[in-house]
T-cell receptor
Framework: AQTVTQSQPEMSVQEAETVTLSCTYD???????LFWYKQPPSRQMILVIR??????QNATENRFSVNFQKAAKSFSLKISDSQLGDTAMYFC?????????FGTGTSLTVIP | NAGVMQNPRHLVRRRGQEARLRCSPM?????VYWYRQLPEEGLKFMVY????????ESGMPKERFSAEFPKEGPSILRIQQVVRGDSAAYFC?????????????FGDGTRLSIL
């Protein structure tokens, strides 16, 4: 069974600092994708970044980057130069076939 | 290009009533997914539809819940005889195809409250 685990329910970071959110997953599939979604207080679900499992190079989107360790089934999100607008719930998601599996989320608060 | 549109944003129902949630996918997207988010939890997959077909409903409760995606018009998630436990945020997502690399784009959700 595919499962996604986010072991940090809550985190905080000072504005302009760097923070890393962890995510691990369990799968027997070889072809899959991994995603981080952001859910701000408005409760929209916003795609932050995605990673193809067959690519060794870590994905990067501006201040957001991932550390993808396929053997360890780990997919952490690093947010650099944290901004107040980064305050949100962050969900790690695993996608294969036609289903996505979401973790329970990490609530990130950026402190001014 | 409009995103995924869900309506209503908020829906209040009394126990025993019916709730109808609507989702219009992004232009060019023919695949629709419904998720439920209970308070303090992540999203749980409910059902995956293509036009006029239910592809995977493994996450749908066996009773009272149904979904459709007609040839014309939005996808509908229907909950009959609602109970307090149905209170949740219901998200719809769409994608252009079934390739695993294609991310799902989410609507803003419908918050269902049961009195």
């Amino acid at each position: 069974a595919q499962t996604v685990t986010q072991s940090q329910p809550e985190m905080s970071v000072q504005e302009a600092e760097t923070v890393t959110l962890s995510c691990t997953y369990d799968t027997s599939e070889s072809n899959y994708y991994l995603f981080w979604y952001k859910q701000p207080p408005s409760r929209q679900m916003i795609l932050v970044i995605r990673q193809e499992a067959y690519k060794q190079q870590n994905a990067t989107e501006n201040r957001f980057s991932v550390n993808f360790q396929k053997a360890a089934k780990s997919f952490s999100l690093k947010i650099s130069d944290s901004q107040l607008g980064d305050t949100a719930m962050y969900f790690c998601a695993y996608g294969t076939g036609n289903q996505f599996y979401f973790g329970t989320g990490t609530s990130l608060t950026v402190i001014p | 290009n409009a995103g995924v549109m869900q309506n209503p944003r908020h829906l209040v129902r009394r126990r025993g009533q019916e709730a109808r949630l609507r989702c219009s996918p992004m232009k060019g997207h023919s695949h629709v997914y419904w998720y439920r988010q209970l308070p303090e939890e992540g999203l749980k997959f409910m059902v995956y539809l293509q036009k006029e077909n239910i592809i995977d409903e493994s996450g749908m409760p066996k009773e009272r819940f149904s979904a459709e995606f007609p040839k014309e018009g939005p996808s509908i998630l229907r909950i009959q005889q609602v109970v307090r436990g149905d209170s949740a945020a219901y998200f719809c997502a769409s994608s252009p195809g079934t390739k695993v690399y294609q991310p799902q784009h989410f609507g803003d959700g419908t918050r269902l409250s049961i009195l």
